[in-house]
């Protein structure tokens, strides 16, 4: 049977959990697991090529309605830490204070909106560049989102006593935030008409993300795990991760003139930049390859996970013997893992194999056939 992209699921990457309270998880255990896959992680690191599995524990409803909510957001995350331990896997989950994807945009007067049962939204407040430019802008800090994702932060450290890892919310990057602020066909008009206006907008903006993620990495500590979100990420793992989903927008030429810079800016205090892109971003691949300091990408492989996904056989000749690692997600069951591994391996390639096999065993048929294909 032909496997396709479900467009009946909420969120074709999440695992069923049940919730645990605080109370009645066990700490000791998973500080113990984490431990124990440290050593491995850090040794990857530090590598130039190799292999890791990281089964992702993505629950639905913390990526929807339910953030609002941070106590049940707790609750949900670490059922899904609790049920992680269940699985094969190389890197360990961590908790993630995640307010949907305006955070950045807010200090430029972008307002969220909560409709029943989704995530958070945002709407363009300029019709413009200059009207961006001319606008105020606040630390993010100092905004309703800003303010509620330092308090999650601290409910998070405070109820986990401190023992769990944790990373950085979904900031975004800034040519994602900028098209957040500015109506998205001016913004992208502005690229031909007033490309100056681009840059410093940019500019401005990754000055607001880097100030908010200083903020954040306070408040976090020794706890934090890098590159965060959406990547497999470890506190001895590094980057600054960032979602730049309208590079596929671009050319490859547009992009290096405007996004990598900004991307570069904001990262340069963070260990270098990491990036992701959902859709099928083959094409940009080389234009990627060359961000400076370049430290991961990510991407989507096999029709389940994306409605586009990415070239699979693309990416070994672009970042293999390079250094930079691959977060590569796959959903479905070992089979389609164990295909598309084979499509993107080759010796030289640092990847990162993101699973969602739904079986403790499944997920060990995906596990030991990953780690044959990639020697």
Sequence with gaps: MKRTFSTELADSQATQIEPVPPEQFDFDAYQAYEAGLLPRCKAFWNSTAGVMVYRRMRVAEVFSYGCRDMKASLAMQLGALQKSMLFAADVPNFLEPWYGIGTVASAFGVDYVWHPGQAPAAAPR??????????????????????????TIDYFVERTQGRIPISLCDVQ??????????????????????????????????????????????????????????????????????????????????????????????????????????????????????????????????????????????FP????????????????????????????????????????????EDQQRAYKAIREICR
């Excluded at 200059?130 to 308090?151: H, M, N, Y």
């Excluded at 996004?259 to 340069?268: D, E, F, G, L, R």
Aim: aromatic share 8%; charged share 20%.
């Design 317 to 360: 000749n672009v970042f293999s013997n390079t250094g930079i690692a691959v977060n590569a997600r796959i959903v479905g069951d070992s089979s389609e893992v164990i295909e598309q591994v084979r499509k993107l391996w080759k010796p030289g390639m640092k990847l990162i194999v993101v699973t969602y096999c739904q079986t403790p």
């Design 126 to 151: 300029f019709r413009s560049v200059q009207e961006a430019l001319e606008a105020p802008s606040i630390p993010v800090q100092d905004t309703p989102i800003g303010q509620f994702t330092l308090q």
């Design 173 to 314: 990057s800034p040519l994602n935030v900028a098209a957040q602020i500015v109506d998205m066909s001016a913004f992208f008009t502005g690229l031909y008409d007033c490309p100056e206006l681009v840059v410093e907008l940019l500019d401005r903006i990754a000055e607001r993300l880097v100030e908010f993620t200083q903020e954040q990495i306070k408040r976090i500590g020794e706890r934090l795990v890098w590159p965060g979100h959406g990547f497999a990420s470890s506190r001895v793992f590094g980057g600054f991760g960032m979602s730049d989903d309208n590079a596929i927008m671009l050319s490859a030429e547009q992009y290096q003139q405007f996004a990598a810079c900004a991307m570069v800016k904001s990262a340069a205090d963070f260990g270098g930049p990491v990036f992701h892109s959902c859709g099928n971003w083959s094409r940009l691949a080389p234009a990627i390859r060359r961000i400076p300091g370049l430290r991961m990408v990510d991407g989507a492989f096999g029709s389940q996970t994306d409605p586009s996904p990415n070239d699979a056989e693309a």
